[in-house]
């Protein structure tokens, strides 16, 4: 096969990946989310088979403790949480209107070197936009939840998901002989070498990243609820679980507990020690946490990340978000490798270089 019908072919499977998505994204979460559990759980299935455990057997008692840990989680947080989430929700729209106010005073303190025909119309603005904070906020609740209930099909993650999982955990190993039986073999070692990057990769940051997250998050809520928050552990669980956006958990941490804050303390001595906990945080999580768990050898730029999770989550929903890391991580590579190959390249260097191109 020539390279340029090669290469149609490549595009070609590629093009029906993502027609294969766009078409079933509506029913693959529980079948990604089973894929995604058995794939982080065979190295424990691999433990115990190393131990002369029958492999079904190991995938049983695997999956199980698993899903016993993740139940009492469940049973422990749930009526901790409940009563504080639901009167964060109902603090929202006074921490709306607490900023609008808030503006409204700037405002009014700059009036002597605004125009009063603007300064009136700005006053008119603040107060429709003070009417519609609290609908406004309510409404985006309900939606995000709404939406996310469905997209979570949670039927399909309760029922389907642990079916999945289990019999991919069963067979992990025979579906990765399989498919590296399928490779093309005259390339087939650079594929298993990328493959093992990307593995290497993925591994390193999802398990990396949700360490980070749940430090993070159990240490936002003691150090909030320390600080006398009312509702301390709602905020810094949500803090440290949407931490793996970079960036992004700790300043939707520091939002919301300041303007919560506002309205149980007003303006006092509180309001820094809670800045401080989310500098804190950040300044821990750059520092030492991302470093030490997750480490530069993964090779995903936060950026990249950013990007990833938002485009994945704008295209395919909650299932985008699963996705979003994985790919990101195997086009990280590819990249690499695409990059390594051109700079040893005639292309690069030039028919009349006589060195190679540059290390990277």
């Known amino acids: 096969m020539s390279p340029a019908r090669r290469s149609l ?5 590629l093009a029906i990946v993502i027609l294969f998505l766009v078409l079933l994204s509506s029913i693959l979460l529980p079948f ?43 049973l422990l947080l749930l009526p901790l949480l409940q009563g504080q989430l639901v009167g964060m929700v109902q603090q929202l729209p006074g921490v709306v209107r607490a900023a609008i106010d808030g503006l409204a005073t700037v405002l009014e303190t700059a009036s002597t070197r605004i125009d009063p025909q603007q300064m009136e119309e700005i006053r008119a603005a603040l107060t429709d936009l003070q009417k519609e904070a609290a609908g406004w906020v309510l409404g985006a609740v309900r939606k995000i939840w709404s939406s996310g ?43 298993r070498q990328q493959a093992k990057q990307i593995d290497q990769t993925l591994a390193g940051f999802v398990r990396g990243q949700a360490l980070v997250c749940l ?39 520091l939002v919301l507990s300041v303007g919560l804050g506002y309205l149980q303390f ?21 520092n030492y946490l991302t470093p030490k768990l997750v480490g530069e050898r993964v090779g995903l730029h936060a950026v990249w ?22 790919v990101a991580a195997v086009i990280g590579v590819l990249v690499r490798f695409a990059l390594n190959q051109y700079l040893g390249s005639v292309l690069y260097r030039g028919t009349g270089s006589a060195g190679g191109g540059p290390k990277t």
């Open 32 to 74: 990604v989310a089973g894929m995604a559990l058995a794939y982080f759980l065979d190295p424990l299935a691999d433990r115990l088979e190393a131990r002369k455990v029958p492999r079904a057997l190991a995938t049983t008692l695997v999956l199980a403790a698993f899903f016993v840990m993740f139940v009492a989680v469940l």
């Open 305 to 326: 990340v950013m990007f990833a999770l938002l485009a994945g989550g704008a295209l395919f929903g909650f299932l985008g978000v699963l996705l979003a890391v994985p």
């Open 9 to 13: 072919f490549w595009v070609a499977a």
């Open 149 to 191: 209930m469905a997209a979570l099909n949670v039927i399909g993650l309760l029922f389907i998901t642990p079916v999945v999982a289990w019999y991919l955990l069963r067979d992990w190993d025979r579906m990765v002989a399989r498919v590296d039986g399928w490779l093309p073999r005259d390339h087939a070692e650079t594929i």
């Open 266 to 286: 007003g303006l006092s001595w509180h309001l820094v020690i809670l800045i401080a906990i989310f500098f804190a945080g950040q300044a821990i999580e750059g």
């Open 215 to 253: 430090i993070l998050g159990v240490a936002y809520a003691v150090a909030l609820q320390l600080a006398g928050l009312r509702y301390g552990l709602a905020v810094g669980l949500i803090a440290g679980l949407i931490s793996f956006i970079p960036y992004v958990g700790s300043i939707v941490g």
